[in-house]
């Protein structure tokens, strides 16, 4: 019925028409969730590998393997998720011209996080971040803003890709 009264009203009046290139067209678009939800893989890999280093683990211990090893399925996830939203959402073919091999990245991305979700090893995981922080980098170069490489302030104190804002 409300339908029926909008498409009436439209067909009358005429609404200016309006167009976006998302669901929600706030225009903000930034690596930086990825790069977080990267870094978290890399620190739960080192979390599960010091549990793993134990002669026995007490009950609480495989209670908190579980959920790392849940915690790691999600931050995987949201890698993933975030690096589609920026590769199809944002990213247009100017950007693809001036940014040879885009697709492949992407591709990688998403497979480095699938094999970060099957297993606890920290070369995957900082081979994850390796590729997110190569996206970043990428990223902000399309959008025309340097960038520089530094050590998060935080463990596991690994390098990211910042854009440098002055």
């Known amino acids: 019925m409300l339908h029926k009264i909008l498409t009436s009203l439209d067909e009358s009046i005429g609404f200016p028409s309006a167009s976006a290139h998302c ?3 706030c225009g903000i678009y930034d690596p930086s969730a990825a790069q977080v939800a990267a870094l978290t893989v890399v620190r739960i ?3 599960i590998a010091e549990l793993g280093a134990k002669d026995s683990l ?3 211990d495989q ?3 579980a959920r790392l090893a849940s915690q790691k ?5 949201r890698v993933k998720d975030e690096i589609v939203i920026i590769w199809g959402d944002f990213l247009k073919a100017p950007q693809f011209e001036n940014w040879g091999g885009c697709h492949d990245l992407v591709h990688r991305i998403l497979m480095a996080g699938s094999k970060c979700r099957q297993g606890v ?3 995957d995981a900082m081979a994850l971040l390796g590729l997110v922080n190569e996206f970043a980098e990428g990223f902000w170069k399309a959008k025309g803003v340097a960038t520089f ?3 998060c302030p ?3 104190a690994e390098s990211v890709v910042y854009p440098k804002l002055d």
């Open 45 to 47: 890999a080192d979390l």
């Open 23 to 25: 669901d929600v067209p």
């Open 63 to 65: 209670v908190r393997v």
């Open 58 to 60: 007490t009950m609480a």
């Open 154 to 156: 935080y463990a596991p």
């Open 121 to 123: 090893s920290r070369d």
């Open 149 to 151: 490489t530094a050590t």
């Open 73 to 77: 399925e999600t931050h995987c996830g």
